[in-house]
């Protein structure tokens, strides 16, 4: 009887502890993956660089994200950030800048060159690159009309066709990004545009606010 009393014993003694290991486990497990889900990771894949350091930025506040040191190539990187948000990749000794979208949970690799510096393989930071790039091609282009005749409607019309087009590009590949990403292309697809249109009616034209 006293051998089967501390059988019993025992056998509740390992039950507590396995559940309490089973329990400690499950603790470590959510907090990890609640620190993962809050990691934006980076690898930095180059064959050789002259750069000293690689800069990740907010664009729109220029808050330092990241320093990133070049000394040691193809490494891995990770630092928290709270939300998704558009950044910017330079590096000092060149006027060259890349975006890319920044986001929790994410992992990307920076291909970098004597020549240039990329993320690899993203349709978003391909899209919000191209949004950027094309206004300034599109402002070129457009430049005698912009800034030689006084026929602003055409401008407008200019600039909204660009919204257009720029946005059924964007819907082609929308299986492609989440919802935060594809509304912050949406967001920078229209902004682009639009605050180009402010300066040119505010400053160019010099049209009263309520124009």
């Known amino acids: 009887m006293h051998a089967i009393k501390m059988a019993v ?4 003694y390992s039950f507590i502890v396995s559940a309490k290991s089973i329990i400690v486990l499950g603790l470590f497990t959510v907090l990890g993956a609640c620190s993962n889900k809050k990691e934006f990771q980076i690898t930095i894949e ?8 690689l800069f990740i930025q907010e664009l729109i506040t220029g808050r330092t994200i990241a320093k990133v040191p070049l000394d040691k190539l193809n490494r891995n990187y990770s ?3 709270d939300e998704a948000t558009l950044g910017s990749l330079s590096v000092i000794g060149t006027a060259t800048t890349y975006l ?7 992992k990307k690799t920076i291909l970098i060159d004597s020549a240039s510096f990329r993320t690899k393989q993203s349709t978003p930071d391909s899209l919000v690159n191209y949004l950027w790039e094309s206004t ?4 070129a282009h457009y430049s005698n009309v912009i800034f030689a005749q006084d026929d602003s409607e055409k401008v407008k019309f200019i600039f909204d066709s660009l919204v257009q087009e720029r946005h059924a590009l964007m819907n082609n590949f929308k299986s492609q990004m989440t919802t935060d990403e594809f509304g912050i292309l949406d967001y920078q697809n229209r902004a682009r545009a639009y605050s180009f249109l402010m300066y040119y009616g505010r400053i160019i034209k010099r049209y009263s606010p309520d124009s």
């Open 9 to 12: 014993i025992v056998a509740n």
């Open 46 to 53: 180059a064959n050789r660089t002259n750069y000293d350091t």
């Open 79 to 81: 630092f928290n950030i």
């Open 100 to 106: 890319t979208i920044i986001r929790p949970g994410v």
């Open 136 to 139: 300034n091609r599109v402002i």
